[in-house]
């Protein structure tokens, strides 16, 4: 079979959609609405830290932040394409799309990990 | 009793007499059991004779009556005028396709992207079964039977933004049989397939915007067809990546 990137960056946004559709609605339900309207007792600072400290729970925040982050740049990249009609320059919006996804993902390793 | 009437604005164009098309109005009874493909038959045969469209079955099986009916891609024969009274109801030709003449589309292009997705069984070894046929059984059939259902309308192709954005884009229903094909028991042709379509003007152009599903008469739900196909692409590849060495 021809060799070509495109079933990778799929890949990566599927799992980013997966991802991102089951934790994101959790999050937002607990530091947008929950918290702020004190329905739950908000954790301090401490204690957050502590529980970021553990590793499973370090992998799992930089899995959601980075396929996330490619989700996002591979749905970007389609809308820059074909809903601003900008087909020519499909190599910039590419790196530039693909780019910055790695280049989050590399920093928040880099925070997380 | 006066019978009650509804506007069609029909879109002509007469390549030998306009540059330019233009909408022309016609009023037609508005009968409770006419479907819009009744009211263009009503017009051709009692107001103007010189319109011309598409037509065959009048029952949904042919294909051949797709137009766009207020801007959406229907069959016209399964498309009650009720629906849009007191009217008027815009008739135009397909969109997203050359224009031949009135509501008359150039279809060459869907139908060469249909024969190079093989649409066929194919065997490797050319051959019929042992006893000169294939067993399938019913669950067999029901794995492929939703994709088979495609009567080749076009609408898919006319409601896909992406066709009409990308014209290289293989296409909705193409892409639909050829799954119909490769998910059938008897065929095994999945790998030239996957070899055409998994190209930069198959598979991977789909966006999943979905409309193709959404107009479909038939209800083959081509969209989903692509996100199998892309889910069977993308397990190639990553094989293919992590085991280079295996046989696809």
Known sequence: MKKHSEPFW????????????????????????????????????????????????????????????????????????????????????????YGSAIAVSVYSFYVLI | MSQEKITLEVFRFRPEQEDNPVFQSYEVPLRKDWVVLDALNYIKDYLDGTLSYRWSCRMGVCGSCGMMVNG??????????????????????????????DLVIEMTDFMEKLKKVKPWI??????????????????????????????????????????????????????????????????????????????????WQCTFVGECSEVCPKNVDPAGAIQRYKVAGATDWWKSFLMPWAKP
Request: glycine residues 8%.
């Open chain 2, 72 to 101: 959406t891609p229907v069959l016209t024969c399964a498309t009650f005028l009720q629906k849009f009274a007191p009217g008027p109801i815009r008739v135009e030709p397909l969109s997203n396709f050359p224009v031949v003449r």
């Open chain 1, 10 to 97: 799929w890949t990566l946004f599927g799992a980013g959609g997966a991802v991102s559709a089951l934790f994101l609605p959790i999050l937002i339900f607990l530091t947008g609405i929950a918290f702020p309207l004190g329905w739950i007792e908000v954790p301090s600072y401490d204690l957050l830290q502590k529980w970021i400290s553990i590793w499973p729970a370090r992998i799992l925040v930089f899995v959601i932040v980075s396929l996330s982050l490619f989700h996002w740049a591979h749905r970007f990249r389609f809308t820059l394409y074909e809903g601003l009609q900008l087909q020519n320059y499909h190599k910039i919006i590419a790196i530039f799309c």
């Open chain 2, 122 to 203: 194919i065997r490797k070894d050319n051959q019929e079964g042992p006893e000169g046929e294939f067993i399938q059984t019913p669950s067999q059939l029901a794995d492929y039977k939703q994709y088979s259902m495609c009567i080749n309308c076009m609408l898919c192709y006319s409601a896909c933004p992406v066709y009409g954005l990308e014209p290289g884009f293989t296409g909705p229903a193409a892409i639909a049989l050829a799954q119909r094909y490769n998910m059938d028991n008897r065929d095994e042709g999945q790998e030239q397939r996957m070899e055409l379509l998994s190209t930069d003007d198959g598979i």
